[in-house]
């Protein structure tokens, strides 16, 4: 089955726990600022943004490590399935 990440920012706790295993996965370095992962607080809607660098493989270790249910993995049946909004691919 293949997976997709959903992402749902409006679950997001801004606790940067993606960024930081992004990071120690990806540079072996615990620094959310080499992540392929940012975190943007949105004051105003009163929510936090989650935006993924071009560079990001998709391997999942972000959403396996959420605390808050914002990044998920989800099985998809049958590799040919599109993505649905608010989704990207993981391998």
Known sequence: MAKELA????????CST????????????FDP???NIRIYRDD??????????S????CG??????PSGALQLLEIPGDDAPAAEGQVSAQ
């Not at 105003?44 to 993924?52: K, Q, W």
């Open 44 to 53: 105003f809607a009163g929510i936090f943004e989650l935006r993924f660098s």
């Open 55 to 58: 560079t990001c493989t998709r």
């Open 61 to 66: 270790q972000c959403a396996r490590v959420c």
């Open 33 to 35: 600022g080499q992540s």
């Open 7 to 14: 992402i749902r920012p409006q679950k997001c706790i801004g």
């Open 18 to 29: 993606c960024a930081l295993t992004c990071s120690l996965v990806h540079r072996g370095v």
